[in-house]
Structures are given as C-alpha cells and as structure tokens.
C-alpha cells in the first residue's frame, strides 16, 4: 500500500503488517465460517436453526461462531422460547458498524463471486429509491477513492504486537453450497493478507514469506492457489527472467474496499487503536476514513436505508 520503489524497508512493512488493524481484526472475524455468520446477521438470519438451514456451517461450527461473535459484543440473543431454550440473535451497534464491509462483500461476489443465488440480486437504497452498487469514498471529502488514489505511511503499533506462537496454516475454502454466505473461493484471512502485502510493493516469494511469516512450502501452495482462481498473476521478471513476479488482478484489487473497511472497523470498534498502515487520500491531503456510498445520489449508506431482492425476485 505504497508507492512501488525498487527500494524499500522489508522490515518495516513486515512489522507493520503484523500489527496492523488488518491482520488483528481478521484474526477475530476474518475466517469464512464468520464471515457468513456477520453477512447472514444483516440478511435478516435471526435463528440458529435458520444459519443451519441457509448455509453449510457445521452445527458444532455455527455455536462456537455464534458465542464468539456475542463474546465480542457483534450479536446480541434474546430468548424467543423457555423451554428448550431458544434464543434470536440481533446486531448490535458495534455489529451494526461492519455495514461496509459487508456491502464490500456484496459487492465483490456480485462482480467475481461464484454463488450468484447466495446473495441478493438488487440493493435498493430508500433515500433515493434506486438500484444501487455500493462504491468506496473519501470519509473527508466525499469523493471516489480506490487503492490508487491512497498513499500510505507505515507506523508498527506496539500495543498490536504480533503473534509468535500463531500457526500459518489455514484451512483452504471449499465451495460446497449455493446457500454460502462466504466471502469467496480462497479468500480467506491469509490470501487478504498477501493482497495487502503485494498492494504494498511485495511482488517476489521471498519478499512475501518474509514480511507474512510464511513458511515456503504453505505460501507456495497458497500463491499458486491464488494465481488458479486468479486473484494473482505471475509472471517472468522483467529485470531477471529467473525470478517469478506476482501481482494484482481485477478481482484482487476488487478486495480492496472490504480490506479497508474490516481494518478501520477493527482500528475503531474493536482495538481502539490506530492501525500501522495509515492511509492518506491524495485528493484531499486528508487521512482516509472509508466510508460505503449509493452510487446513485453518493449518500453514504445505513443498514436500515437498503433493502434487497433475491435472485427470484423476491423483495426484503
């Protein structure tokens, strides 16, 4: 998330990956399995039952999830039944404030998703009663932003130190069910984060094992994971046609709305701490706040002003 430069500090990118917001707040929330829990939450999913019903989350799976996210005050239950109990789950406002980051979810399955049926066809935005895609603006200015338009000063927070004794394995995403509420094939916690790593001027194997702490044998496989579902290109190195560089494609840049907004969400709601990537929009000179807005009238956008229709064309 930088200007590219031929030279660069290895060790600070490295430091300030491991104890960004980024990388803690998908430690918390960023698993597939959670991700579909939060997504069905603003879809109206309510009951256990009902996440049983509409997605392919084991039952042992779905009640630790489910505690989880109520641990970390994201869902709130409120018993509906005594006897056996039963209980509703409902956001809460700190839930409340992963809006944008769901609708960057929506966003990016609709454009490179395979589960069209999975997820609403339409957003509808009540303000101006139009069809609507949501785009990614300046919280300052209100304007357009995307990864290019942002420049990044890298700060390692100490109070977010990284975790040693954290496995680098995760387990590959599976695509078993239309009803998936997930994020995508393979694009999980540690795919995002390589994402972030090339955004921020990685391009080669071993400038990305170093600063993710990544063995070679599991970044291999990930790397050539995400170059088959093309979330990377790799190609022969200008400069040196011995050493294979990796970088973005549509669909990787696609992810970076939803990888700013879980970073601020994590910054603001959960760590209450500044992130160690922090970004500036060029436009304004301003520091960038994302913020998640109707491309129609450009108003930012409320979870409570959306409404959504299904592929069958039902309304909700």
Not at 15 to 26: C, Q
Not at 70 to 80: A, K, N, S, T
Not at 101 to 122: C, H, Q, T
Not at 138 to 159: F, I, T, V, W
Request: hydrophobic share 35%.
């Amino acid at each position: 998330m930088s200007d590219p430069s031929a030279h660069f500090d290895l060790t600070l990118v490295r430091e300030a990956l491991s104890s960004s917001t980024l990388s803690h707040g998908l430690k918390i929330i960023g698993d597939h399995r959670t991700a579909q829990v939060v997504v069905g939450a603003f879809l109206g999913v309510r009951r256990f039952d009902d996440w049983l019903a509409r997605t392919n989350i084991p039952r042992p799976t779905l009640a630790e999830r489910l505690k989880a996210l109520v641990q970390m005050d994201i869902l709130r239950p409120r018993m509906y039944q005594e006897r056996p109990e039963r209980y509703a789950y409902h956001l809460t406002t700190k839930g409340m404030a992963l809006y944008d980051s769901v609708l960057m979810i929506w966003d990016w399955e609709v454009k490179y998703g395979e589960r069209p049926r999975s997820l609403p066809r339409r957003l509808i935005h009540k303000g101006c009663a139009h069809a609507f895609h949501p785009e990614l603006i300046c919280g300052a200015c209100g304007e357009r932003a995307s990864m290019h338009d942002l420049q990044y000063r890298l700060e390692p927070n100490p109070k977010l130190p990284h975790d040693s004794g954290e496995s680098t394995r995760t387990p590959r995403l599976r695509a078993d069910s239309e009803t998936d509420f997930s994020l995508g094939l393979r694009v999980d916690r540690w795919s995002l984060l390589i994402v972030a790593a090339v955004t921020l001027g990685c391009h080669y194997f071993d400038q990305l094992s170093f600063v993710l702490r990544i063995g070679p044998g599991v970044l291999s496989k990930r790397l050539a994971g995400m170059v088959d579902s093309s979330l990377l290109v790799c190609e022969a190195d200008h400069s040196d046609a011995r050493r294979r560089r990796y970088r973005l494609t549509a669909s990787s840049r696609g992810l970076f709305g939803y990888i700013v907004c879980l970073a601020n969400w994590a910054g603001t709601h959960h760590f209450r701490e500044p992130s160690s990537i922090r970004p500036a929009h060029r436009a304004c000179g301003q520091p960038f706040i994302p913020k998640v807005a109707c491309s129609h009238c450009h108003q930012p956008l409320k979870p409570w002003e959306v409404s959504f229709e299904w592929p069958d064309g039902e309304a909700s």
